[in-house]
């Protein structure tokens, strides 16, 4: 596979949903477990764990439980209202995507799970002012940091081997029956699910709204210009 530059990888790795059966060889998933932990974690804890599901039979019974999550997602989809940058024609695609991959998810040919093993702390909590105990609240958001760069890093690496791939969370609506079926421990806990395979469709370019719309200098509402 010949190599593609970092802003290619970034600008055409589009969601993909739709895989062709063919087998990933093991050395290229490697490769992307490799580039996966090349990404920061918080305090450099290196705390990430993956889980490769190959196994047909398994996958099916992963796949059970996405579709389970789907029909959650339906349900709460289904007074969804298309977003104003996207078109009708544009906005259906993307709703038949999803609800393809949520009834064919275990057909991929590798399903790839991004956790965390979370390590209890040790001794007393610490006393804290009111406010950032307060703030504790926001510590689950905050774990996705130490997670969520290493799954762009699988993202980015997918594509440059020619694989499509893309981020799904809503096996977290039955969590628990997903690391059963795979014997994943309590302290460990998932954060991606994702398909990877050798895609049906097209890679990019991908269409997003322009920076300026989107970004601010110094306050909020004052639109960057740049």
């Known amino acids: 596979m010949a190599e593609i530059g970092l802003f290619e990888a970034m600008y055409t790795a589009r969601a993909l949903r739709k895989f062709k059966p063919d087998p990933v060889p093991d050395d290229v998933i490697t490769k992307i477990l490799d580039a996966a932990i090349r990404a920061p974690s918080g305090s450099n804890e290196q705390s990430w764990e993956f889980m490769v599901v190959k196994d047909a039979a398994l996958r099916q019974k992963v796949g059970a439980v996405y579709k389970k999550g789907g029909d959650i997602l339906k349900a709460l989809y289904a007074d969804r209202v298309k977003p104003p940058h996207m078109s009708e024609e544009t906005f259906n695609k993307l709703m038949a995507s999803a609800m393809y991959l949520i009834d064919h998810m275990g057909d991929a040919p590798v399903l790839l799970i991004a956790s965390l093993k979370q390590t209890p702390p040790s001794g007393p909590p610490p006393k804290l002012p009111p406010e950032a105990a307060a703030a504790m609240k926001n510590l689950a958001r905050m774990a996705g940091s130490s997670i969520y760069p290493a799954v762009q890093n699988i993202i980015l690496a997918c594509r440059a081997f020619g694989l499509g791939t893309v981020l799904t969370t809503i096996h977290m609506f039955?969590?628990?029956e997903?690391?059963?079926?795979?014997?994943?421990?309590p302290e460990v806990q998932t954060f991606a699910l994702m398909p990877i395979g050798y895609p049906q469709g097209?890679?990019?370019p991908i269409k997003r709204r322009p920076v300026n719309e989107v970004a601010y200098l110094d306050k909020y509402?004052?639109?960057?210009k740049g």
Do not use: Q, V
């Open 221 to 224: 509402g004052n639109h960057w």
């Open 174 to 176: 039955y969590e628990d």
């Open 178 to 185: 997903l690391k059963a079926i795979l014997g994943m421990p």
């Open 202 to 204: 097209k890679f990019g």
